[in-house]
């Protein structure tokens, strides 16, 4: 895209190039700006979406024979009852749940670098410093996003991402 773009319309047009109809996807939730989104290569177009969540915040769910791109709140929708988790077939007993962790701190990124096109460096790559001012972490993680920012909107994603994502190493 070389203006910048609502995600409605981005997200619709990526749906629709791989064979959703307009009224399939529900964007109405998606109202940031994309000031630029690039994809050097070929890719399925679920994966052209991913690409656009760690920046928008948003996941998708297919529900009503309907693609559905909500904002991640933090807000509860609804709690699903540990019998209703987990895929079986009808009458058969329940899977054994995944358990569920809390983890340290320790385990948790130190500092969090996000890899981003700078809209104010002539879509230069830039890597704003997310770092934890106390904390025994010394785990160091970087993402790339081929998304096109400023450097607080970048900052931001990176806060974000150093607060809740735990290292997968």
């Avoid at 995600?7 to 700006?33: K, M, W």
């Avoid at 700078?118 to 970087?142: C, F, H």
Wanted: with cysteine.
């Amino acid at each position: 895209w070389k203006a910048p773009v609502d995600p409605q319309l981005l997200n619709a047009d990526i749906s629709q190039r791989v064979g959703y109809a307009v009224d399939e996807c529900d964007v109405a939730e998606l109202t940031d700006i994309v000031k630029g989104h690039v994809l050097s290569q070929r890719m399925p177009g679920r994966n052209a979406i991913d690409t656009l969540q760690p920046a928008y915040q948003f996941g998708a769910v297919e529900s009503n024979l309907q693609v559905k791109y909500r904002k991640w709140h933090g807000e509860v929708d609804a709690t699903i009852p540990t019998y209703d988790l987990g895929a079986r077939p009808a009458g058969e007993d329940p899977v054994e749940p995944v358990q569920i962790t809390r983890v340290q701190e320790a385990d948790l990124p130190q500092s969090m670098d996000v890899v981003y096109l700078n809209v104010g460096m002539d879509y230069q790559a830039a890597m704003p410093l997310s770092q934890r001012m106390v904390t025994l972490s010394e785990v160091k993680t970087t993402v790339a996003i081929p998304v096109v920012l400023d450097d607080t909107e970048a900052r931001q994603i990176a806060e974000v991402r150093r607060d809740f994502e735990v290292d997968a190493a």
